[in-house]
């Protein structure tokens, strides 16, 4: 069974620092990685999806890169904004016959001090 | 609408009581989703649906949760005799996804907030 885990569980840096969030997971066999953020009271807004032949995406201030072969993921944030507090969830998109769900960890809270 | 639309986005409701759950997609997603997110929690899996076929519900905790999509495109999740522990979150997701192509993201809408007293 897919399991994915995020470290660390909630991090508290101030404004300009720049951060990096993992995300491992026990099988190799993915299609693909999400990472979303989730708003309190909201609900998730993907922000990059990484294929499984490709080793990072970029946007904006975020990269996130992928290691299949060890099961791990991480999202740099750059020059991080009080803005960018909420949750953030990885997520791998599982090869299965039928369907193709996703397998989330449990995020990591952010929060961007002023 | 531009994204996943779920309704009511509050639903509080006594313990026993049936509830239901709406979907509406974005336009043209051919795969839909529901989820359960527990506070604190990432979200899980529950079912899916390619077009108006369910194709997994192997997510389904018990078999008081009910899902359809009968026409392809609205779903709902349905929940009898409902329990305390089915308090949650419940996030419905699309994506443009064809059954062999699993390379497209999925949209989540806000989800719907269930309390059960």
């Known amino acids: 069974k897919q399991e994915v885990t995020q470290i660390p569980a909630a991090l508290s840096v101030p404004e300009g620092e720049n951060l990096v969030l993992n995300c491992s997971f026990t099988d190799s066999a993915i299609y693909n990685l999400q990472w979303f953020r989730q708003d309190p009271g909201k609900g998730l807004t993907s922000l990059l999806l990484?294929?499984?032949?490709?080793r990072e995406q970029t946007s904006g201030r975020l990269n996130a890169s992928l290691d299949k072969s060890s099961g791990r993921s991480t999202l740099y944030i750059a020059a991080s904004q009080p803005g960018d507090s909420a949750t953030y969830l990885c997520a791998v998109r599982i090869k299965a016959t039928s369907g193709s769900r996703l397998t989330f960890g449990e995020g990591t809270q952010l929060t961007v001090n002023p | 609408g531009a994204g996943v639309s779920q309704s009511p986005r509050y639903k509080v409701a006594k313990r026993g009581q049936d509830v239901a759950l709406r979907c509406d997609p974005i336009s043209g997603h051919v795969s839909l989703f529901w989820y359960q997110q527990a506070l604190g929690q990432g979200p899980e899996f529950l079912t899916y649906f390619q077009n108006e076929a369910q194709l997994d519900k192997s997510g389904l905790p018990s078999d008081r949760f009910f899902a359809e999509r009968p026409e392809g495109s609205v779903s709902t999740l349905k929940i009898q005799r409902t329990q305390q522990e089915d308090s949650a979150v419940y996030l419905c997701?699309?994506?443009?996804?064809?059954?062999?192509?699993?390379?497209?993201?999925?949209?989540f809408g806000d989800g719907t907030r269930l309390s059960i007293l």
């Open positions: 997701a699309s994506s443009s996804n064809n059954r062999g192509l699993s390379n497209q993201p999925q949209h």
């Open positions: 990484i294929q499984s032949s490709q």
